[in-house]
Structures are given as structure tokens and as C-alpha cells.
């Protein structure tokens, strides 16, 4: 399984850093979680970033520059460092991989307060 960790409740203006670890022997040696998403209240869930294999790296138009991926490969383990945070981020945040099939963490949630 995936599992997405750091999510909370902060101010407009704050920071949070959520992490996306592979558990299990096999399945952490298969998986490697690349990419982020955001499901907001009542809205479809959206690409919020993304990482190759060669560590480029894309974001949404509406987090450039306050967000940032990244991968400790060692580790199989996939960052996302939140800065800047605004109400309009809130939501269930979510890491995605795919070996085979897609894989889905189970959600963290973000709340924004103004």
C-alpha cells in the first residue's frame, strides 16, 4: 500500500510537508509513488505534481512556485513541501503510483484556514 502522511489543519500563509511512503517487502521494491493529487470538496480529483525517473519535475499552473515535489529513492518515499498555503488549497491530498496498475494512497487531508 501507499500511505500519505502530513496533511493537518494550518493558516493561510503556513507550510506543511506531506510524505507518501510503500509498504510491504514486494510491494515497496515495485511501486515507487511519483505524483500528487488533490481532491477538493464536491470537485474531481486534479494533478497537483509529478516527478520522472530522471527527477523533472511538473506542477499545476496553480501551485508553481509554492510547492514543491520531491523523492528520497533510498527510501522509496515521495515529498510534497507546501509553503504559501491559501484556503483554495484545501483538500484530501493524495500519492498515486503505478506498477502494472495504479496504486492510490488512502488521502490526507489539508485544511486551509483564511
Known amino acids: 500500500q501507499l500511505q500519505a502522511s502530513g496533511g493537518g489543519l494550518v493558516q493561510a500563509g503556513g507550510s506543511l510537508r506531506l510524505s507518501c511512503g510503500a509498504s510491504?517487502?514486494?510491494?515497496?521494491?515495485?511501486?515507487?509513488?511519483k505524483d500528487w493529487y488533490r481532491q477538493a470538496p464536491g470537485k474531481q480529483r486534479d494533478l497537483v505534481a509529478n516527478i520522472t525517473d530522471g527527477g523533472s519535475t511538473n506542477y499545476a499552473n496553480s501551485v508553481k512556485g509554492r510547492f514543491t515535489i520531491s523523492r528520497d529513492i533510498a527510501k522509496n518515499t515521495l515529498y510534497l513541501q507546501m509553503s504559501s498555503l491559501k484556503p483554495e488549497d484545501t483538500g484530501v491530498y493524495y500519492c498515486?503510483?503505478?506498477?502494472?496498475?495504479?496504486?492510490w494512497g488512502q488521502g490526507t487531508l489539508v485544511t486551509v484556514s483564511s
Open positions: 510491504g517487502t514486494t510491494f515497496s521494491n515495485n511501486v515507487s509513488p
Open positions: 498515486h503510483g503505478y506498477s502494472y496498475r495504479h496504486y
